[in-house]
Each structure stands twice: as C-alpha cells, then as structure tokens.
T-cell receptor, first 114, second 111 residues
Framework: EPEVTQTPSHQVTQMGQEVILRCVPI?????FYWYRQILGQKVEFLVS????????KSEIFDDQFSVERPDGSNFTLKIRSTKLEDSAMYFC????????????FGSGTRLTVV | GQQLNQSPQSMFIQEGEDVSMNCTSS?????WLWYKQDPGEGPVLLIA?????ELTSNGRLTAQFGITRKDSFLNISASIPSDVGIYFC???????????FGPGTSLSVIP
C-alpha cells in the first residue's frame, strides 16, 4: 500500500536554529499538507499546498514557517529560528483530491527544541 | 473557527465490552472522519461518512453522521487489547480540504 514517508523520525535542534522536515508524498497525489501535534494535544492544520503554491494556511503558519516542493517527489517544511514551543510531532499528508480514503498521513517527525 | 468536541476524554474498559464515543461540532461539515492514532504514529483513517444520517460499519466499528451534520458517534463492539489508542473525530469540507481534528478520546482496554 502506498505510504507517505517522513524523515527524520526524530530531530533535536538548538533553539534559534533552522530545521527542515522532509516528506515524500504518495506519487500520484496532487495536494500536500503539514499538520502539527503538540504532545498530548490534538492534531492541528498548518498549511496546504497545491499546484506549487500555498492554497491555505492557519494562523499558526506565520513567517517563521515555509514550505517547498523542490523537485517532483519531496515536500519540505522549513522552520526558521526555532523556539521551545515548536517542539511537537509534525505530520505530512497527501491527497489525490478525490475520495477521502486517498488522504494519507505520514508517521511524523518528532521535533525537540532544546 | 471550526471547533470539535469529543466525549468522553478517556475511557477504561474491560476486554470484550462495547465502546461508544461522541463528537460534536460548532459548524457543519460535509464529511465526518474517525481516525485512530497509536503512540508515535500518524492518524490512520477508520471510517469516513459523507451523508447526513449515514450509518457505516467497518468490521467491529460503526459510525453515524448526525442528521444536523454537526455530530457523529463511533461504536466499537467486543473490544480487544489492540483497540487501545486515541480516537479522533474530524471534519472536512471537501475531499482535498484540510482536516479539522477533535481533541481525541483515549481508550484503554483492560485484558
């Protein structure tokens, strides 16, 4: 079964550093998303991306964050100048655009800011 | 913004018992979703509901899309230890829209 692959599974970074979280969406999917889950809390939407541009973003997704699809297979989330409160699980998801069963989440990257 | 509430927050049940959990929304969704999350993993879709009043089953799981389109329930029959996890209800406007998650119900099954 096709999967959304995220790397690394766990990243530790110093406060103030930049991190890039990587995702390989399912190959024929057209819509891409990032979500965040702070420990013990619900999963929160960050941003959606379609046709090489951001289609929607939440209020969490401020100037500290950016997304990119640098080639035909990767989808990245960059967090500049990380803060302690950025510590969370970050999930990538992708969708074919039709049929909700095509909307698939990756296993996540656990980001720890120290 | 759109908000979902789930009850109960947590449940401790004996293996073999049936489970019921609920979700309500401050606004209408066109699609209701139920996800399960195991520790350290991403959410996995269990059931999707598309029409108000729809009742859908997936094995031991049954879910209903409320008539008002602002609520849903999930039932698990004859619980087993691998049912342990966090169950999230979620809403979606279209099949490619963002997914709005509820706060989750934590289920523990005592063997």
């Amino acid at each position: 079964e096709p999967e959304v692959t995220q790397t690394p599974s766990h990243q530790v970074t110093q406060m103030g550093q930049e991190v890039i979280l990587r995702c390989v969406p399912i190959s024929n999917h057209l819509y891409f998303y990032w979500y965040r889950q702070i420990l013990g809390q619900k999963v929160e939407f960050l941003v959606s991306f379609y046709n090489n541009e951001i289609s929607e973003k939440s209020e969490i997704f401020d100037d500290q964050f950016s997304v990119e699809r640098p080639d035909g297979s990767n989808f990245t989330l960059k967090i500049r100048s990380t803060k302690l409160e950025d510590s969370a699980m970050y999930f990538c998801a992708s969708s074919a655009g039709t049929g909700v069963y095509g909307y698939t989440f990756g296993s996540g990257t656990r980001l720890t800011v120290v | 913004g759109q908000q979902l509430n789930q009850s109960p927050q947590s449940m401790f049940i004996q293996e073999g018992e049936d489970v019921s959990m609920n979700c309500t929304s401050s606004s209408i969704f066109n699609t209701w979703l139920w996800y399960k999350q195991d520790p350290g993993e991403g959410p996995v879709l269990l059931i999707a509901l598309y029409k108000a009043g729809e009742l859908t089953s997936n094995g031991r799981l049954t879910a209903q899309f409320g008539i008002t389109r602002k609520d849903s329930f999930l039932n698990i029959s004859a619980s087993i230890p691998s049912d342990v996890g966090i169950y999230f209800c979620a809403g979606q406007e279209t099949s490619y829209d963002k997914v709005i998650f509820g706060p989750g119900t934590s289920l523990s099954v005592i063997p």
